[in-house]
């Protein structure tokens, strides 16, 4: 992979003007891409020197147009399950930031710890528990970063106003990140239950550490693809994900709308 610099002067060749707006797009969340104006496509490759690899992910940055405004979409993103560290599975996060994102939409797919989610629900995220990022954290040295309040309560409020208006059933709760790429053992999913969690995923956890000590504005949006104490495989989350396309794609649509109203 690239280092920072480097990605950023390949990026400065492809995108002069950055969008404020960048959408993370995890599995299941691209559909959204189907319904806006795509004014360029780049390949990770050629920004970062690499590939996504995990399927469901494209491993493309796009710039669309929703109206009048550019956003910026990163269609998959880097696992530290796929080989890369913390650090540089975040690379994106900090050359973004660096070309002028101010709001950071983060996405997934998740499964549900709390007995009372469904299938189908999705999560306005209010917290996150970061303890199982220690052994690997994206930021080095005595960064001390704020963790008190990590998603904007602005950006959630639009976020539940647009849920409403649309009739989708949402849930607020907080996300657990879990390595992967196995997934949780029965006794995992105890563990992290009783660890407060709501829901669980593999990703989007060192990207929030990262935006937030770069002071974006951050929002996790969270798709509940599985029960977590049931037995499941990437193909279902998949498949649950497409079937709630439309719906991932509308509140997309419209909180973006929201943002820039």
Do not use: C
């Not at 400065?12 to 806006?36: A, E, R």
């Not at 973004?96 to 709001?103: E, L, P, T, V």
């Not at 917290?127 to 998603?151: A, E, R, Y």
């Not at 053992?185 to 000590?213: F, H, N, Q, W, Y």
């Amino acid at each position: 992979m690239f280092t920072d610099q480097e990605a950023y002067s390949k990026l400065k060749k492809f995108v002069g003007n950055f969008p404020d707006t960048l959408v993370v797009l995890g599995s299941g969340w691209n559909k959204v891409l189907d319904d806006i104006k795509i004014i360029e496509r780049i390949s990770y490759e050629n920004i970062f020197g690499v590939k996504s690899s995990v399927p469901g992910h494209n491993g493309e940055l796009v710039i669309g147009q929703i109206g009048e405004k550019r956003i910026a979409f990163m269609s998959g993103r880097f696992h530290t399950y796929e080989g890369y560290g913390a650090e540089e599975a975040t690379t994106p996060v900090r050359v973004f930031a660096k070309s002028g994102i101010k709001n950071l939409i983060m996405t997934s797919a998740v499964g549900a710890l709390n007995e009372k989610y469904k299938v189908g629900d999705f999560v306005i995220l209010n917290d996150v528990i970061t303890i199982l990022q220690v052994l690997d954290n994206p930021l080095k040295g005595p960064k001390f970063i704020d963790m008190s309040q990590v998603f904007d309560g602005k950006l959630r409020q639009k976020a539940i106003d647009v849920s409403r208006k649309l009739n989708i059933r949402y849930r607020e709760g907080i996300y657990i990140y879990y390595h992967g790429p196995n997934f949780e053992s029965p006794a995992d999913k105890r563990a992290l239950r009783i660890l407060g969690a709501d829901v669980t995923g593999m990703s989007m956890i060192p990207e929030v550490i990262v935006a937030r000590s770069l002071n974006l504005r951050i929002l996790g949006l969270a798709f509940v693809t599985n029960l977590a104490f049931v037995k499941h495989d990437h193909k279902e989350v998949l498949r649950e994900a497409e079937k709630a396309g439309k719906k991932m794609k509308n509140l997309i649509l419209g909180l973006i709308k929201k943002i820039n109203g």
